[in-house]
């Protein structure tokens, strides 16, 4: 990483109220604990009610970051919730190299169709199992990123620990963090990706 410029994209869509923004901020503070110099994360919002499509977005880069637009063509295309495939112009995302995760309970190999390497977890069942929830809601901002860890490897367990410690009480920690270790886990990867990068 010290001699090469290292640059990840996310893109993050998902629906008011699941995470979305949280989960990008997130990853972004994880990779500047791992030794990213530059991050940045940033919300995109419709309509701003609860269940609307929202949109967020990360940038890590071994390098002073820049750039402050949107991203469109992502390196990681993270969705939160499937039903969003039916509303979102997922190939405008999509670039040469783009890695795909989904919050779903279906195989990977369901969503064959946009021929990139896709990851798919049920994130919502981890943050459940893990008590992640917030006036009855369960929240997937923590869990989805065992997929994250799991497919990019940019960062570990330890570096997500360590920036839920700077904002959350130690008990509400390890209730986040067993949601990440149960969704890293429940990762499963379709053909395309076992081709192409073999986990």
Not at 35 to 42: E, I, L, R, W
Request: glycine share 8%; no cysteine.
């Amino acid at each position: 990483m010290k001699n090469n410029v290292i640059n990840y994209s996310f893109k993050w869509h998902g629906r008011g109220g699941q995470g979305a923004v949280t989960a990008a901020q997130i990853t972004a503070e994880a990779a500047f604990i791992n030794g990213f110099k530059g991050v940045t994360a940033s919300p995109f919002f419709g309509a701003e009610r609860r269940g609307a499509p929202v949109m967020a977005f990360t940038r890590i880069s071994t390098e002073p970051i820049r750039t402050f637009s949107q991203i469109e063509q992502a390196d990681v295309i993270i969705i939160l919730d499937s039903s969003l495939l039916n509303v979102i112009q997922l190939d405008q995302d999509i670039g040469k190299d783009s890695l795909l995760i989904i919050n779903t309970k279906k195989s990977p190999d369901m969503f064959s169709g946009y021929n990139i390497p896709t990851a798919t977890v049920d994130a919502y069942s981890a943050a459940s199992k893990a008590g992640i929830t917030v006036a009855g809601q369960v929240i997937i901002s923590t869990s989805i990123l065992g997929a994250v860890i799991r497919t990019t490897g940019l960062f570990s367990m330890n570096e997500i620990e360590q920036t839920l410690l700077h904002k959350f009480p130690h008990k509400i920690v390890q209730k986040n963090m067993e949601s990440v270790r149960i969704a890293m886990e429940a990762t499963q990867f379709n053909e395309t990706w076992k081709r192409a990068i073999k986990p």
